[in-house]
């Protein structure tokens, strides 16, 4: 069967859109194909039916005359009506066979008008076979009447019909393929920019536009939309690599499996004496064929040496990195050029240097003879440990070189420092991009022109004040920048260490701090307004009970209000305390065991209780076999949270559905459904928010923590959420966990 179903699959065209023409027109012509049968078949029956039931009553007409003249033995009156009856167009010919054998027969003469296929009248000679009558008179039998049907005459008259109808059939099919075929191209036809989109990203196309497709289906444009953000996703983090790779001061290229260059940054062009993009697509071998770079799986080295001739010449220190590996073949690798001329020149200076020092030694040992040789071989052995001492502080130095490098590379704070002249002479890479400030603006500016920078990246930089950076030797200083991004800055000026470096400017990304004191500031004024409420209806009921006089009835009316505030109050506390619990151990009390997916949901729906005249949870379980390793307890709840807002914001009524599936990706998904109020496009960023309400008016009941506790858990269980809504249409909540176990392949529901 798997064997059929390739041979089909490749006889389908490659594209989709000749795909979906041609299975359009195979249905198509199906639906036609089996439509015209039945009508055939029905207009042949029809047809067959009516030429018999014909022909009887015309042996019925003609049988009392054929008796009398049988009877008589007038054979010319028998002649005479047998020739009447094969005029009528029904009849081919008719005869009269008498009990001696004597046969009167006549045949029409006339061709027919319309001859049918030759097929189509056999087809219609077994159906319509001759009529026979026996001519009876007084109890005895005088001959039989044989009335031969034209059968060619039927078949013309059914052929004609179907004729038409094939002809109909047939432009129908070809209406109906043109008319599928115009808008599936135009949907279809945005495939292309989808592949336009993938050149620009692999950098051999033009710049990369957004998929626009808002007159395609609904699947494309959830497709196109998940790819624009992929795509823009991409070009973000290219351009920050671009950025990171401007400000590094070495070398850097990015090699892709087949050893070809895809990525250089300007230093590398600098340093081969070649603009950077002209780098890209050329292989590293043809590039540096000194290198030797074979491009073997998991080949890496490092410090490897290699002398440019130039001009200028320029001696530079390789090393290369595996990015990663799958299998046996390589994925790419990372490539860093440092230009070492100054070190090689110093070496070689040195090393003249001593052997020229060892050749004088060796010459005056031979002029003063072997009484100085134990002198010579002592100044020998001096130079010698020099030579391997300075060998190993060139070699300290470089690794600390090395070491600083890598630090200020990493480190996420930017570093600005000063020499002796208060101009900048070094600035680290996270400085352009915290401040959005290319690095060769910055270098060799005065204190003035870098405060003149900064100032200039604040929001709102005309109405705000200029930087000082003498003021930052007393106190940091928090900037708001605008560009590149809005983000918080802490400034701080420490002191240099010597002449060299007379001080470093600190700069440190302070946004999350802030924006962490302001949830907080946030969360507590919503926290004290939520308790508030209730709080102040208890306080109010209680001061009524305490300083009036009122009746029974009326004082259980108010006890009761008390009771649901007190418990709607209960509720906040109580979810606030899992909220917390929850950050505070990150699921160090959660219990993780092996459970089945389809038993936990089951139960969660049969234990819920749906409020007074609303039918239960409508369960549909499609992932037999699948086990997820999590808390039960903790996802017991979450999905508790999910179905209970499900029915609390569906107050007009309709049907709360759970739905349990395989993704076939190694996840399973929960999906619960409403038909409720829906949510906003602003709402669902911020549902699972604490405190928020997607209900402005207050009527629906709850304390605005429960997606916020469904987040959390969701979360730590190793899951994701996605929402989807629309306002007045409803909302659907997506919970998927990676799958620990599968067993088993078929599907099952339960209403």
Known sequence: MQLLIRALTALLPKSLLRRVAVLYVLTLTLLISAGLAAFITYKAQAAVEDAEQGAAAISALIMPTLTESAVIGDYDTIKRVLARCVEHP?????????????????????????????????????????????????????????????????????????????????????????VVWWPLKSWLGELDRVSAMGDALAGTGPAMERVEADAVPLEFQRTFAVINKVAASLQAERAQAAVTLTAIAEGVATLNGEGAIVLANPVMGELLHRPSSSLLGLRLAEVLPALGFAGEPRETWRNRRIHLDGPPACTLEASLTLVSAEGDRAAGWVLVLRDISQQQQLEDQLRAELDARATAIRAMSDLLGPSTSVAVSAEHSVIERLSRQVADLVSRLQRQTDQLGAIFTLSPDGFISFDAERRVQFVSPSVPLLTGLDSRDILHQDEAGLERLLTQRQVNASTQKTVSLAQLHEDALILHMDRPMQRILALAMHAGGGREVSQVLHIRDVSQQFEVDRLKSEFLTTAAHELRTPMTSIYGFTELLTTRTLAPERQRELLGRIYRQSRAMMDILDELLDLARIEARSAQDFVFTVVALEDLARETAEDFQPPEGRTPVELLLQAPGVQLRVD???????????????????????????RVSATGEGWARIEVRDEGIGMSADDLERVTERFFRADKSGKIPGTGLGMALVKEIVQLLGGRMHLSSELGQGTTVTLEFPVALRSGTAEHALP
């Open 90 to 178: 029904l009849f081919e010919k008719a005869a009269f066979i008498d009990i001696k054998g004597s046969r009167v027969e006549v045949v029409r003469q006339e061709p027919s008008e319309h001859q049918p296929p030759a097929w189509v009248t056999r087809q219609f000679n077994d159906l319509l076979p001759p009529i026979n009558d026996f001519v009876r008179a007084g109890g005895r039998d005088y001959g039989i009447t044989r009335l031969t049907m034209r059968s060619e005459r039927v078949a013309a008259e059914v052929w004609s019909i179907v004729a038409v109808a094939l002809l109909m059939g047939l432009v129908g099919l070809v209406l109906g393929a043109t």
């Open 632 to 658: 039960a307890g903790k996802l017991r709840q979450a999905l508790r949270n999910v179905v209970s807002n499900a029915y609390k914001y569906s107050p007009g009524g309709g049907a709360v559905g759970m």
